[in-house]
């Protein structure tokens, strides 16, 4: 079956330190790959996305790239600002088989100290 | 409505209760899903709707639990005898199509939490 690991929080940062969440993935066919994040009192949002090996997904400052040969899709950010204080979420559809149900890992909790 | 709405926001029960969620997703959104946020686990797939009809409700955890949405609009999700570990966040999403969207332009509420004490 097809399934998320994340790692684990939660994250504390620094104003403009580098952030890496690191994300690895099982699928039985070519998924897509996503970051959501969740801001306090919010609903999750779409980051990110990648469809195929080798793309990059990239907004707000934030890029992954979809590795098939290391199956991952690690979140990364330059330089963090507090407002990116959140939960991060990676996620997964397979084409190949139920293509409206999205796999998530656990969450990351990050949180950014001015 | 311009985003999707759920209500209540939190909600607390006695253990053995039952207790109704509900979805308003934005308007015109044919696939609804619902999904539960477990303390400390990812999200939970539960159910998908397109339309009225569920054709995917693998994710149910038990048959206490149900789904139903009319008029292709909103939806209830019903725990019967509620238990301790039903307490979670259960989330509601749309998008404007189901199968085939792969995640792309799914729209997520904000929750319901729930406690079950």
């Known amino acids: 079956g097809n399934s998320v690991t994340q790692m684990e929080g939660p994250v504390t940062l620094s104003e403009e330190a580098f952030l890496t969440i690191n994300c690895t993935y099982t699928?039985?066919?070519?998924?897509?790959l996503f970051w959501y994040v969740q801001y306090p009192g919010e609903g999750l949002q779409l980051l990110l996305k990648?469809?195929?090996?080798?793309d990059k997904g990239s907004n707000k400052g934030f890029e992954a790239t979809y590795r098939k040969e290391t199956t991952s899709f690690h979140l990364e950010k330059g330089s963090v600002q507090v407002s990116d204080s959140a939960v991060y979420f990676c996620?997964?559809?397979?084409?190949?088989?139920?293509?409206?149900?999205?796999?998530f890992g656990a969450g990351t909790t990050v949180t950014v100290r001015a | 409505g311009a985003g999707v709405s759920q209500s209540p926001s939190n909600k607390v029960t006695e253990k053995g209760k039952d207790v109704e969620l509900r979805c308003d997703p934005i308007?015109?959104?044919?696939?609804l899903y619902w999904y539960r946020q477990s303390l400390g686990q990812g999200l939970e797939f539960l159910i998908y709707f397109q339309g009225n009809s569920a054709p995917d409700k693998s994710g149910l955890p038990s048959d206490r639990f149900s789904a139903e949405r009319t008029g292709g609009s909103v939806s209830t999700l019903t725990i019967q005898r509620t238990q301790q570990e039903d307490s979670a966040v259960y989330l509601c999403a749309s998008s404007l199509n189901g199968g085939g969207t792969g995640g792309h332009g799914y729209t997520f509420g904000s929750g319901t939490r729930l406690t079950v004490v």
């Open positions: 990648a469809t195929k090996a080798d």
């Open positions: 308007s015109g959104h044919t696939a």
């Open positions: 699928a039985t066919g070519y998924p897509s």
């Open positions: 996620a997964l559809s397979d084409p190949s088989s139920n293509d409206y149900k999205l796999s």
